[in-house]
């Protein structure tokens, strides 16, 4: 069984962030035997002045296949890590989506991509997840998470949105790398350039300062850009934050036409 757990608003300026709680759970989840969990993704929600959120207004999402018998005890689990784990001032809010059995992944997904351009409301989310047969929780405060949430999970869904968590440390000699070599590394799929073309295995790519990977198209991907550094033949090079968050809004963009 394929399940998406995403949690959102469980921070402060100065605790933990999210994302960490996140992978605490999906930790748990394989610790305890119920199941193997993916790496966690951020998914970037509107950002706006009727909205409250910590500091960026993002969620935090991550895949698992488990055993149907251990879903109670993940939900259980945790919503209680949400309670006794989250700051006295957030709204934690958490989602749990089994794949298999959503009625409509498109209302789920379309759901996330709302969340990125325009304001949501508990009732929206509670009525969508009620709909779609989805868990749905708050374990805090407003409760105000559930939007996040449910959204953020309607976007791992998706398979074209969000960063995941952390950063790749990349050993080469001379700041080069092959793209094959790039993607032994783990939780590398592909290497695409910011136009959209994949590299090919023998192509070069010179390691900036930060190596992220993106979801695009459900897998693991580093975006890369044209570069012009005469003498060592690399075309490439690794995507900054900027670039990132440009591609990011550029996508969004496009999909929202």
């Not at 300026?13 to 951020?42: F, H, M, P, Q, Y």
Request: proline share 1%; hydrophobic share 35%; charged share 25%.
């Amino acid at each position: 069984m394929n399940i998406l757990v995403c949690i959102d608003d469980t921070d402060s300026i100065d605790s933990r962030g999210t994302g960490e709680l996140a992978e605490n759970i999906a930790d748990n989840i394989e610790s305890c035997g119920w199941g193997k969990a993916c790496a966690v993704t951020r998914h970037q929600l509107l950002l706006h002045r009727e909205i409250q959120y910590t500091s960026h207004n993002s969620s935090m999402c991550f895949s698992a296949e488990i055993q149907p018998e251990h879903l109670e005890n993940i939900i259980s689990y945790a919503g209680d890590y949400l309670k006794n784990e989250s700051e006295p001032e957030s709204d934690p809010g958490l989602c749990v989506v089994v794949v298999d059995d959503l009625s409509d992944d498109k209302r789920l997904i379309e759901f996330g991509y709302k969340a990125k351009r325009m304001i949501l409301s508990k009732e929206n989310a509670y009525d969508l997840a009620k709909e779609l047969n989805v868990h749905l929780s708050e374990h805090g405060g407003s409760g105000l998470g559930v939007i996040g949430a449910l959204a953020g999970a309607g976007l791992r869904l998706s398979g074209n949105d969000g960063w995941f968590k952390g950063a790749h440390k990349v050993k080469t000699s001379n700041s080069i790398i092959k793209v094959s070599e790039l993607c032994s590394y783990k939780n590398i799929d592909r290497v695409q350039c910011i136009q959209g073309e994949y590299l090919e295995d023998n192509e070069e790519v010179v390691i900036g300062k930060l190596v992220k990977t993106m979801l695009i198209n459900g897998q693991a991907v580093v975006l890369v850009d044209k570069v012009d550094i005469e003498g060592n033949g690399a075309r490439w090079k690794t995507c900054g934050k900027q670039q990132l968050r440009e591609y990011e809004e550029m996508k969004l963009n496009v999909d929202c036409k």
